[in-house]
């Protein structure tokens, strides 16, 4: 089906699927054609959405990611962001790296389908788009090399790995390392007609207490033109970011490419042209990733910072970081979203505001005041699923009413 073809289709698709609330809408096209980011993630590591535990048949993990694209279309989403090279592996037949073993149990061993391509392909029959989701750094959520399969490149080249926090790490200044991710992640994108290329927030990995981050062989190799060691670091992400977007561009034109970040640059204290935040992270400093930097220079197609926070908080207030990225994204071509922090509602480990089936519909009420704001992303698919108090349904009803298109 063609792009065109496509987008037609979502609008009369999505205008007659079942919304939130379990109520059927009622057939019918939009009476305007609204544009606007609806998306959710689909994470796979650790099994968080998807599938629900390793080890199902091909046709139990193929229906319940079917099921996950029907949600996403039944509440009148438009974009699925689907976690495809969780820990430095893969979610399609792969020359590069194994299997994931988040699919049969066992790293490297074939599931006998192919989720990335069903994906693609279902998720273009309901009208939604499919952006493949690429972790660049994680090797593994262990620190044992002699765990992953006997043929994992970071067993042939243990000199890439860094060991940190109890996990496994690509170094991320090795321009080998980075050569390597580029060629593993543009394998995908070269196979399947995604509509777009997707980075998380894991770059340089988030600090850990009383631990140190060991590339003194890289920094005294290739650190040697930068006055730091930091400044090296955000140089390296740097080149990933420029050069992914440049494959993507090469290889798939009409692909976008989005990074989405942890949601605070920097705190006004810390920097002036920060936000008016207290966080105890902040990404330019923490992973080495100048967000800010991405969008204003314009190398990055989308950005969607997480805002994962209530209106109101104290340390990273949503009322203030909203208007700090629209301020950012104004006059870039960089499209900014905002990432939504559904898996928060209703669990009572969280803040009061979080228990308020009302509080996430505030915020799409809120960024509306900001016309650089083109839509949000919802973290994450489970709870999309289950709703436990309501806030999907919520947003659904607020602000969901009619389908809307993807932005282009």
Known sequence: ???????????????????????????????RTTTEMRGVWLATVSNRDWPSRPGLTAAQQR?????????????????????????????????????????????????????????????????LELHAWFNPYRVANHADPTKLVASHPARRHPD????????????????EVRAFVEAAILDAVRKYPVDGVHFDDYF??????????????????????????????????????????????????????????FGVW??????????????????????????????????????VPQLYWNIGFAAADYAKLVPWWAKQAQGSRTRLYLGEALYKAGD?????????????SRHLTLARRHPQVGGHVFFAARELA??????????VADHYQEPALPPR
Do not use: C
């Open 160 to 175: 890439w790995v860094v060991p940190y926090g109890g996990k496994l790490y690509y170094n991320p200044g090795m321009p």
């Open 63 to 127: 229906a319940e990611l079917i099921g996950h694209l029907d949600r996403a279309a039944a509440d009148r989403l438009n974009t699925v962001f689907f976690q495809v090279r969780p820990t430095a592996d893969a979610l399609w037949p792969s020359p590069y790296e194994p299997w994931s073993q988040y699919l049969t149990g066992t790293q490297g061993k074939n599931p006998g389908w192919d989720p990335l391509g069903t994906a693609v392909t279902e998720a273009h029959k309901r009208g």
């Open 348 to 360: 009572p480990a969280q803040p009061a505001a979080w228990q308020d089936p009302a509080e996430l």
């Open 386 to 395: 289950s709703d436990p108090i309501g806030a999907m349904a919520r947003v």
């Open 204 to 261: 340089y990995p988030y600090p850990v207490a009383g631990q140190t981050f060991d590339d003194d062989a890289a920094y005294d190799r290739h650190g040697g033109a930068f006055p730091n060691r930091a400044d090296w670091r955000r140089d390296n992400i740097d080149q990933l970011v420029r050069e992914t977007a440049a494959g993507v561009r090469r290889v798939r034109p009409a692909a976008r490419f989005g990074v989405s970040p």
């Open 266 to 303: 920097r705190n006004a204290a810390t920097d002036p042209l920060g936000s008016d935040t207290r966080a105890g992270v902040q990404s330019y400093d923490d992973n080495f990733a100048d967000t800010r930097k991405w969008v204003r220079e314009g190398w990055i197609d989308y950005l």
């Open 1 to 31: 089906m063609g792009r065109l073809s496509r987008r037609v289709f979502a609008l009369a698709a999505l205008s007659t699927l079942t919304t939130a609330s379990g109520a059927a809408a009622e057939p019918r096209h939009p009476r």
